[in-house]
């Protein structure tokens, strides 16, 4: 496939459905949730990505005028589609109508999905690149049995080999669109995801990463819980961002303390306190984007208590600071500027524990490294520095 930068992508949209399950006057992704309809809020988050070229939404019969109202201010919008009697067959429709342009990769998702987050959408347009055909999907928490129609246990698979599969769905568009017509000429018309009819096709489906706050709005409890999440993120609506700068030296020792996880190296970082530099860099971040000083005026190098402290007190305070203003921490991430240690082994660790001590999902962590080539102190293996960035959410006033 082509060059990441080169790649045209497009969005299709499924809305054709009626929500039996829910129920109401409407179908559920008309339904208004928090002041905009389920659709809206879908639509803007396509709308926002740039990458995306098109968007195309796939209605119901005598929707149009419900669509209309949901589709106000959204520019990459093409003209609706209808749909069919199946998902399925609305899928297809959906992607017939962007044979014409036909772009490089395709996304399909599910209007009653209107959490994904932008960063979902990149690792679905990466996964289409690397791989073609590409689902999101969550690893399953609860032990699951196969049934029989007299609700007899047949067979308890694995749940480590299991997962739950999202949208959006990712994948080259002529093979995605091959594979669509290949079913319906077959007269196969009952597969309910598109990973499942490329699978039908022949072709290997890749599973990424998907996110938990990504559901699918299909019961009334399911708008009940999307309510308050909705409101949440409206009342948080002051979103600042702060950023943290920090270096250490180095000097004798057999490990060193970056971002939490304890690694074996040949020297350790000097300091008051751990030393912890990538953890010192995101509290910094943190209190700069509330604007409450700065690490050494929260916990002084002159005062003794802090002798020898583990950083993820510091973190947890500037965290903690956020909480008491009634924020909320939406992204953290740091970049750690040294030769050595390698930190590609030890990421995952790092991710999951900054999100532990801030109290956040992994997937609103970052972590990175990078070297200098050789220049700089950093260069010179005389210590190590680490930059950081935080985005913050706090209510208005």
């Given at each position: 496939?082509?060059?990441?930068?080169?790649?045209?992508?497009?969005?299709?949209?499924?809305?054709?459905?009626?929500?039996?399950?829910?129920?109401?006057?409407?179908?559920?992704?008309?339904?208004?949730?928090?002041?905009?309809?389920?659709?809206?809020?879908?639509l803007?988050?396509?709308?926002?990505?740039?990458?995306?070229?098109?968007?195309?939404?796939?209605?119901?019969?005598?929707?149009?005028?419900?669509?209309?109202?949901?589709?106000?201010?959204?520019?990459?919008?093409?003209?609706?589609?209808?749909?069919?009697?199946?998902?399925?067959?609305?899928?297809?429709?959906?992607?017939?109508a962007?044979?014409?342009?036909?772009?490089?990769i395709?996304?399909?998702?599910d209007?009653?999905?209107?959490?994904?987050?932008?960063?979902?959408?990149?690792?679905?347009?990466?996964?289409?690149?690397?791989?073609?055909?590409?689902?999101?999907?969550?690893?399953?928490?609860?032990?699951?049995?196969?049934?029989?129609?007299?609700?007899?246990?047949?067979a308890?698979?694995?749940r480590g080999?299991?997962?739950?599969?999202?949208?959006?769905?990712?994948?080259?568009?002529?093979?995605?669109?091959?594979?669509h017509?290949?079913?319906?000429e077959?007269?196969?018309?009952?597969?309910?995801?598109?990973?499942?009819?490329?699978?039908?096709?022949?072709?290997?489906?890749?599973?990424?990463e998907?996110?938990?706050?990504?559901?699918?709005?299909?019961?009334?409890?399911?708008?009940?819980?999307?309510?308050?999440a909705?409101?949440?993120?409206?009342?948080?609506?002051?979103?600042?961002?702060?950023?943290?700068?920090d270096?250490?030296?180095?000097?004798?020792?057999?490990?060193?303390?970056?971002?939490?996880?304890?690694?074996p190296?040949?020297?350790?970082?000097?300091?008051?306190?751990?030393?912890?530099?990538?953890?010192?860099?995101?509290t910094?971040?943190?209190?700069?984007?509330?604007?409450d000083?700065?690490?050494?005026?929260?916990?002084?190098?002159?005062?003794?208590?802090?002798?020898?402290?583990?950083s993820?007190?510091?973190?947890?305070?500037?965290?903690?600071?956020?909480?008491?203003?009634?924020?909320?921490?939406?992204?953290?991430?740091?970049?750690?500027?040294?030769?050595?240690?390698?930190?590609?082994?030890?990421?995952?660790?790092?991710r999951?524990?900054?999100?532990?001590i801030?109290?956040?999902?992994?997937?609103r962590?970052?972590v990175?490294?990078?070297?200098?080539?050789?220049?700089?102190?950093?260069?010179?293996?005389?210590?190590?520095?680490?930059?950081?960035?935080?985005?913050?959410?706090?209510?208005?006033?």
């Amino acid at each position: 496939m082509s060059d990441r930068a080169e790649l045209s992508v497009a969005a299709v949209i499924v809305a054709a459905g009626r929500g039996s399950r829910v129920g109401g006057a409407v179908p559920k992704q008309y339904r208004d949730l928090a002041g905009r309809s389920v659709l809206a809020r879908t639509l803007a988050l396509f709308e926002q990505h740039p990458a995306i070229t098109g968007i195309t939404v796939v209605i119901g019969a005598g929707d149009e005028t419900l669509f209309s109202a949901s589709a106000e201010g959204i520019s990459k919008l093409g003209d609706p589609v209808l749909g069919g009697n199946t998902r399925q067959a609305s899928c297809l429709a959906g992607l017939k109508a962007l044979a014409k342009t036909k772009p490089d990769i395709v996304l399909l998702h599910d209007a009653a999905r209107p959490f994904a987050s932008l960063g979902l959408i990149n690792r679905a347009i990466e996964a289409a690149r690397l791989y073609g055909a590409a689902v999101p999907g969550l690893p399953v928490t609860d032990t699951i049995k196969l049934v029989d129609q007299q609700g007899l246990v047949t067979a308890t698979p694995e749940r480590g080999l299991l997962r739950a599969v999202q949208t959006p769905q990712a994948f080259d568009f002529d093979l995605i669109l091959s594979a669509h017509l290949a079913a319906a000429e077959a007269g196969i018309d009952t597969l309910t995801d598109d990973g499942a009819v490329a699978e039908w096709a022949g072709h290997p489906l890749h599973i990424f990463e998907g996110e938990a706050s990504n559901m699918k709005l299909t019961t009334e409890s399911d708008f009940l819980r999307a309510e308050q999440a909705a409101n949440e993120l409206s009342a948080l609506g002051d979103i600042r961002t702060g950023t943290g700068f920090d270096v250490h030296a180095f000097d004798e020792g057999d490990h060193v303390w970056l971002n939490g996880v304890e690694i074996p190296h040949e020297r350790t970082l000097k300091g008051h306190s751990d030393a912890d530099v990538g953890l010192h860099a995101l509290t910094d971040a943190i209190l700069g984007a509330i604007g409450d000083g700065d690490i050494g005026s929260h916990f002084p190098p002159s005062d003794p208590q802090w002798k020898g402290a583990s950083s993820d007190r510091f973190l947890a305070h500037a965290v903690g600071l956020v909480r008491a203003r009634g924020g909320a921490i939406a992204h953290l991430d740091v970049t750690l500027l040294c030769e050595a240690p390698k930190i590609g082994p030890h990421r995952e660790a790092m991710r999951a524990r900054i999100a532990e001590i801030a109290g956040i999902a992994v997937d609103r962590v970052g972590v990175k490294a990078t070297t200098t080539e050789g220049l700089g102190f950093t260069g010179r293996r005389e210590g190590i520095a680490a930059m950081a960035s935080a985005t913050v959410r706090l209510p208005w006033g």
